[in-house]
């Protein structure tokens, strides 16, 4: 096996189409080296991008908050301008793993792991975030929904393509988002349920909301149902109830030995969702 | 005394806190190969045909063992074979290879290669033509006549899929009559879970076999001596050519080796056999979770009957644990269920316990820290709550009440002790302030309610006169005074090694400074059974007194000699001689003459230990959140009477650590099977053990009532602190919720579950 | 095979290394480095902890090529000789070491942390330590060494 430490992303992308498929991109590698030692995959060719020069970094660029593909989770968690626009997102990317895996995971990497409930991704989830994805063809961008190709399976194909930055819109006036994880335990776990939503409550009325949970189907999951109930009218603790029963017409749960039966999913859900909404109402008062 | 009691820091400290201490994977020889096994997939199969030709063939591998190819002896691969006391005999049901695996992950070949990932590459190649058979899960369907034999051969003909036989235990009159006269009679029955002993070094070993017979196997088992006869026998080696030693440390074990690690150690040496070169094998993470004996989980049933007053009358209690496809321990820990679980922390005149080892095709089930007690002390501490609640009387009080005192009479066949019970309910109580606390499930209303529980107990401080229990030592003095001790207990953490050197001090009044044990080397030591039975510093106390007081004799008959003093009037201290009360001299001085006179000083001992009930109490505090069952553990107060503390320090953290095993055990930690899978706990991210970060406040509290059998007093410690904590969690959660559970452990599922049938949300 | 160049514990380091190895596998098998442990080899017992960049990163899953031109320090290289570091006395003086196998991974978070965080809170100590497995203590002795370690390396020990 090869291994290269790329110095940017074209030299990444160079080496990748130079190995026609048989190599891929590596960033932190907590679930590329797992899924190896599980023998899942064996690449010929290991692109190392956690040094790429135009991949670091987390900075605002006019109204957007833009994140380096190769920022770590501990980078982002802590992050001065993340903590005062998305502190949802500092939440849930200070809880994947521990905080060893979160100094070389990456966001990115997250969202290209496809699991479910990944909890930087869910975060990331309902914030409109934009992924930048360099190829053959050049850059193109792709949204939350497009990166899930179905489960545990991403839509960026990790051997001739790799996402160099994601971007998410600065929230404007009224508008808030949460990070809620129901879990068995604080590290080392998967949740066994996580939501994330934002909202626009302006004047006792929603413009807009959007509730992503998971895991109850690909990827996050829209809350579509509660998300139409709530549009135009109050965020009371009614509403906010109504919207978690809602939820679940969306939700489709499996059962799983550890982390939760179906059923107690299905029953536990619209808990979450109404906290969800609690904390998002909660900064905004 | 002027070491015990003191906080002397622990003499591997140095060791480990600078990573120069090793342990058994740290072990590199020479020309040393990687062992890997090949495992069965199946819960039950026969295997019709196994090709190893392409495994073979494989550069770099150097040997292939299978059933074909190995004795085909059987043997029990923990300590029973040879601690089981006439006339009983153990049970011997395993193998080195089966042909016909009784559980997923059940061995059947294993490969010696130059690197590791050669030897798995080896293990894929490894053709095996298997025929699957019908297999049993659940030891109550295990019993079923119709239910598929695990062990038809080694089963006991009598029962179905019983391993041994039943354990049953009586004492006084018959519960079943009793019941009838008592003005109120309760009855509990609980399901608990395996759970896994997840030390955090994987069973591993590094085995030598020399083609002229003999065998030198580091490893990690937490009993050297009784490995080292286990494999002369299982390999039909003299005894006197193997030699077992640790890495010199050992990380964890909590029972999970007390004989072979798994069959580490029977696997390396076969293979090392085989290729004439050392082999390394170690466990996987995930074959440590699930192809080595676990925690016995299963189903028990009590009915304790009382009068008004609140006097306990009559206990009768059955279990039905699942011991999994080999035997190992399986007998002996349904005893210890039955007696310390049940027998030994009340008074109860008419007593009755029978306890079924039950055969499933699944994992082994064998020891686990406390070893049955906790599983006996999770059946009778709610139903004494609950008695406590039919009665109208506090539970604290109901327990004290009826709490063994030195002068009771019951099941052991060893006086009690000197019984600290009460001071410890008192202790825990106060410690969470249950006057305060308790008892308020119907003022909540909330989403987040508060509750606190205790739960009493009892346990043993080593297996003698159960099992063949004994240990042996050998104390030297070197030749400027400083004292050598040789024993083949192991390090596997408590720090035992320091404990006890703390106690040889005091004992044979040489200086603890400069005082070193080896330890943990069958060739460096004589018999000890090892880590097992929270016997260590309380067994090996009593062999040091035998041997001190033979080398103190010695000491004093040889400068009695030589300074024509009388023996009977010399006395030694830390170190300095004294003859009625005048020194005469150090120890320094008198080794260092002796010497050149031909003399060292040297004393060995034998000896059987006695026994007493070490005894306890810990309460818990807990909060439930109604809406998703979530239960967290605030705060365990752990209250346990150690007789004499040795090393303060040492012994809290002994008690912190089965605390938090406690907890895990009650609220989080369970090994879920999945038919046709295994089970679905492989390795830590699956399987909820608490980190640091989510767990309660410990408070541990030493309580001293110098026990009379106890050398300085000292009562065993080891695995109590785990004992009492699943009951006294289950009993917090019925003060918050006002709902008693059956099941553990409480995970959010099984809360909500009860929470809604109960009607409470 | 590919040629490697990093830093550990202070000294320049050069070897030939399988690109397919893991740091973990390389301090313990090829430098002999063996106080660096393997509790799970998946990252999820933090046993195998060093430092790295003055990050804390559990080994076992660092592609051993990220090594490259990197800063590292490991259990080894925390003593100075016979003279021990404020943590590792810490840690005996505490009674936070009893099996000592996630004792140096233990060391390791609760230097990176120290190092870059003199005066942690609770809740930052338990972040640092959550992803260290200890089956033996309780945590309870351990998080009271970090807090006298700390305190000691606020007054210029080190």
């Given at each position: 096996m090869q291994y290269i430490n790329a110095a940017s992303s074209s030299e990444a992308l160079a080496a990748l189409l130079k190995a026609d498929g048989r190599g891929m991109v590596i960033a932190g590698g907590t679930d590329v080296i797992v899924d190896m030692k599980n023998g899942k995959i064996h690449p010929e060719l290991l692109i190392d991008v956690t040094r790429a020069a135009d991949m670091q970094g987390i900075r605002v660029e006019d109204d957007k908050l833009v994140i380096g593909a190769a920022a770590t989770l501990t980078q982002i968690a802590r992050h001065e301008a993340v903590r005062r626009f998305y502190p949802s997102l500092a939440k849930g990317c200070g809880t994947v793993g521990s905080l060893q895996i979160r100094n070389s995971a990456t966001l990115a990497g997250n969202v290209i792991s496809a699991?479910?409930?990944?909890d930087g991704a869910m975060a990331l989830a309902p914030l409109a975030p934009v992924f930048t994805v360099l190829s053959a063809a050049g850059e193109r961008t792709m949204t939350m929904g497009e990166m899930y190709a179905g489960f545990a399976r991403s839509a960026v194909d990790h051997s001739r393509e790799l996402v160099t930055r994601i971007t998410v819109p600065l929230p404007g006036a009224h508008e808030a988002a949460s990070f809620v994880r129901l879990e068995?335990?604080?590290?080392l776990s998967l949740p066994m349920l996580n939501c994330a939503a934002m909202v626009h409550y302006e004047d006792g009325a929603v413009r807009w909301v959007r509730i992503t949970m998971a895991?109850?189907?690909?990827?996050?999951?829209?809350?579509a149902a509660a998300e139409a109930y709530l549009t135009g009218g109050p965020l009371t603790e009614e509403a906010m109830s109504r919207a978690g029963e809602l939820a679940l017409e969306n939700a489709n749960p499996r059962s799983n030995p550890?982390?939760?039966s179906r059923e107690y999913r299905l029953e536990t859900l619209p808990v979450m969702v109404r906290r969800a909404l609690e904390e998002c109402r909660a900064q905004l008062v | 005394m002027k070491y015990v009691g003191q906080n002397m820091p622990r003499n591997d400290g140095f060791d480990k806190a600078t990573g120069r201490g090793t342990f058994t994977a740290d072990i590199h020889l020479p020309r040393m190969l990687y062992g890997k096994v090949l495992r069965s997939p199946y819960a039950h199969a026969k295997v019709l045909s196994i090709d190893t030709s392409a495994a073979e063939a494989l550069?770099?591998?150097?040997a292939v063992c299978t059933f074909n190819n190995t004795t085909n002896k059987l043997w029990n691969g923990a300590a029973p074979m040879f601690?089981?006391?006439?006339?009983h005999d153990p049970v011997l049901d395993q193998?080195?290879?089966?042909?016909?695996?009784?559980?997923?992950?059940?061995?059947?070949a294993a490969v010696a290669a130059e690197s590791e990932a050669v030897a798995e590459a080896a293990v894929r190649l490894i053709r095996v033509e298997w025929q699957e058979l019908p297999a049993v899960y659940d030891p109550l369907e295990a019993i079923k006549p119709e239910a598929p034999d695990v062990?038809?051969?080694?089963?006991?003909?009598?029962?179905?899929?019983?391993?041994g036989g039943p354990v049953e235990l009586r004492f006084g009159g018959d519960p079943r009559e009793a019941f009838k006269s008592c003005d109120a009679v309760v009855e509990y029955r609980v399901k608990l879970p395996r759970v896994k002993?997840?030390?955090l070094e994987t069973h591993g070993a590094v085995a030598s076999y020399s083609p002229e017979g003999k065998l030198e196997v580091i490893c990690t088992t937490q009993a050297p001596y009784p490995t080292k006869m286990i494999l002369a026998d299982a390999l039909d080696?003299?005894?006197?050519?193997i030699t077992v030693k640790n890495?010199?440390?050992?990380?964890?074990?909590f029972g999970a080796r007390i004989g072979l690690s798994g069959k580490a150690e029977i696997l390396a040496a076969v293979l090392s056999m085989k290729s004439g070169r050392p082999v390394k094998l170690t466990y996987t993470r995930e074959e440590d979770f699930t192809c080595s004996d676990s925690r016995h989980g299963g189903y028990l049933v009590t009915r304790l009957g009382a009068m008004k007053d609140g006097k306990f009358v009559a206990l009768d209690t059955e279990a039905w644990m699942n011991?999994?496809?080999?035997?190992?321990f399986g007998v002996d820990l349904l005893g210890v269920c039955g007696a310390c679980g049940t027998a030994g922390a009340y008074e109860v005149p008419n007593f009755h316990y029978v306890g079924w080892p039950v055969y499933t095709n699944q994992m082994t089930a064998g020891a686990m820290r406390g070893f049955g007690t906790p599983q006996g002390n999770a059946v009778v501490e709610p139903a004494i709550e609950m008695m406590a609640q039919k009665l109208g009387i506090d539970s604290l009080e109901l327990r004290k009440m009826n709490a063994t005192t030195p002068e009771s009479k019951n099941w052991f066949p060893f006086p009690p002790g000197s019984c600290g019970m009460n001071e410890c309910l008192d202790k825990a109580a106060n410690a969470i302030d249950w006057a305060e606390k308790h008892g308020q499930a119907a003022r909540q209303t909330g989403r987040i309610r508060r509750g606190v529980g205790i739960s009493g107990g009892t346990h043993v401080s080593n297996a003698a006169p159960f099992c063949v229990d004994y240990n042996t030592v050998l104390l030297r003095i070197e030749r400027d005074g400083t004292l050598f001790v040789n024993s083949?207990?192991?390090?596997?953490?408590?720090?035992s090694t320091t404990a006890c050197l703390q106690v040889a001090a005091d004992l044979t009044g040489?200086?603890?400074?400069n005082a070193v044990m080896k330890f943990g080397d069958t060739d460096a030591a004589s018999f000890d059974i090892g880590?097992?039975?929270?016997?260590t510093l309380y067994t090996v106390s009593h062999v040091l007194a035998k041997a001190a007081e033979i080398l103190r004799r010695d000491v004093f008959a040889w400068v009695g000699a030589k300074l024509d003093?009388?023996?009977?009037a010399l006395d030694m201290s830390d170190g300095v001689i004294t003859s009625g009360g005048k020194e005469v001299g150090s120890i320094a001085e008198v080794a260092s003459a002796a010497h050149l006179q031909g003399k060292q000083f040297i004393a060995t001992a034998c000896n059987v230990p006695p026994n007493c009930l070490p005894f306890y109490a810990q309460a818990a505090e807990v909060e439930v959140d109604m809406e998703t069952g979530m239960v967290k553990v605030l705060k365990v107060a752990a209250a346990h009477d150690?007789?004499?503390?040795?090393n303060p320090l040492l012994c809290e953290g002994q008690i912190e650590g089965g605390v938090l095993q406690g907890v895990g055990y009650a609220t989080r930690e369970e090994m879920t099977y999945v038919e046709?899978?295994?089970?679905?706990?492989?390795g830590f991210h699956s399987y909820m053990l608490p980190t640091a970060d989510d767990r309660p406040d410990i408070v541990p509290i030493l309580v001293e009532?110098?026990?009379?059998?106890?050398?300085?007093g000292i009562i065993g410690i080891?695995?109590?602190?785990?004992?009492p904590t699943l009951a006294a969690i289950g009993n917090a959660v019925e003060d918050a919720t006002g709902v008693r559970f059956h099941?553990?452990?409480?995970?959010p599922g099984r809360v909500l579950d009860g929470l809604k049938a109960a009607g409470k949300v | 095979m590919a040629e490697l160049h990093t830093t550990i514990n202070g000294e320049a380091v050069a070897a030939d290394v399988?690109?397919?190895?893991t740091l973990a596998e390389f301090l313990r098998?090829?430098?002999?480095?063996?106080?660096?442990?393997?509790?799970?080899?998946?990252?999820?017992?933090?046993?195998c902890t060093i430092i790295m960049n003055g990050k804390s990163v559990v080994?076992?899953?660092?592609?051993?090529?990220?090594?490259?031109?990197a800063v590292l320090q490991t259990i080894?290289?925390?003593?100075n000789g016979r003279k021990l570091h404020p943590i590792q006395e810490e840690f005996i003086n505490k009674g936070a070491?009893?099996?000592?196998?996630c004792t140096p991974g233990m060391i390791m978070s609760s230097k990176a942390l120290l190092d870059a965080n003199p005066d942690p809170t609770r809740e930052e100590i338990r972040e640092a330590l959550g992803g260290n497995v200890c089956r033996?203590?309780?945590y309870v002795n351990i998080e009271q060494a970090v807090n006298a370690a700390a305190e000691r390396m606020r007054k210029g020990e080190k």
């Open positions: 699991q479910p409930a990944g068995l335990r604080k590290s895991p109850v189907g690909v990827g996050p999951v829209r809350a550890l982390r939760g | 550069p770099g591998v150097k601690i089981t006391p006439k006339p193998t080195i290879f089966t042909d016909e695996p009784k559980y997923i992950g059940d061995e059947v062990q038809p051969k080694c089963a006991n003909p009598q029962f179905k899929n019983i391993c002993q997840a030390q080696l003299p005894v006197s050519k890495g010199p440390y050992v990380g964890g074990g011991t999994g496809a080999y035997a190992t083949s207990i192991p390090e596997i953490g408590p720090g040489v200086p603890y400074q880590s097992h039975a929270t016997r003093l009388d023996p009977a150690v007789g004499r503390v040795v046709g899978k295994g089970f679905y706990n492989k009532n110098p026990d009379p059998s106890g050398v300085f080891g695995e109590l602190g785990v004992n099941e553990f452990p409480l995970t | 399988d690109p397919a190895m098998e090829k430098l002999y480095l063996t106080g660096t442990k393997i509790g799970c080899g998946r990252g999820e017992c933090g046993a080994s076992c899953l660092i592609p051993v090529m990220r090594a490259e031109g080894e290289g925390v003593a070491i009893q099996c000592g196998f033996c203590t309780g």
